[in-house]
């Protein structure tokens, strides 16, 4: 039995074809994935596809949700039961592994933004909610571990975030991660220091 067979009776239809847009979109791109391929692939029929999505911009919004969904809680998990610098380790191990992994493109929301570049637009509203909440998240972080000014530290590292994702998928990853990994450490530790010295 092929892969793609066991995956068809492994999930229901709703869920096939969000495992099947999350590969193609991310691969290929959002807009160069039409419908009949999608369906295709899932193994469903059209008439399926439209009763679990009424539109294709209904499928890339539920895919970047559950993308969403994903990186929070591998973020979540990566938090459990540690002191704020171990979080931020661990979420720098979080980046290692996702800008290493096989068949690695980038930014699933930069990528997104970039063919929906409309602000109001309910696939770019998902992408803003998400890059909120990572916002949100580093600012914490960066609270905890004691830095003067988070907001500052948290648009930082926000910026070096985007800067991993695309640099490790246009040029060398292994020189990306370890230029993030010098750059936080550089913008967090030093600042924390300075403000425990006043």
């Not at 290929?28 to 391929?37: A, F, K, Q, T, W």
Request: glycine share 6%; charged share 25%; with cysteine.
């Amino acid at each position: 039995m092929t892969q793609k067979a066991m995956t068809q009776n492994a999930s229901g239809p709703r869920d096939r074809l969000l495992e099947t847009a999350s590969r193609l979109f991310y691969a290929e791109g959002i807009h160069s994935v039409g419908v009949d391929r999608l369906v295709s692939e899932a193994g469903v029929t059209r008439a399926t596809f439209y009763r679990h999505f009424p539109t294709k911009e209904a499928l890339i919004e539920a895919y970047l949700r559950a993308t969403d969904d994903r990186l929070r809680a591998n973020v979540e998990q990566a938090f459990k039961a540690q002191d704020p610098q171990q979080a931020l380790d661990a979420l720098l191990d979080l980046m290692d592994a996702r800008t290493s992994a096989p068949g690695f493109r980038g930014c699933q929301f930069i990528n997104a933004a970039a063919e929906y570049p409309d602000p109001a637009h309910p696939v770019h509203i998902a992408v803003d909610d998400h890059r909120r909440w990572f916002r949100k998240t580093v600012t914490q972080l960066a609270a905890a571990i004691g830095h003067p000014d988070p907001q500052q530290a948290g648009e930082y590292l926000v910026m070096l975030h985007d800067g991993v994702l695309v640099t490790a998928e246009l040029d060398n990853g292994d020189v990306a991660r370890a230029a993030l990994r010098s750059a936080v450490h550089r913008l967090l530790v030093p600042a924390v220091g300075e403000a425990a010295q006043r």
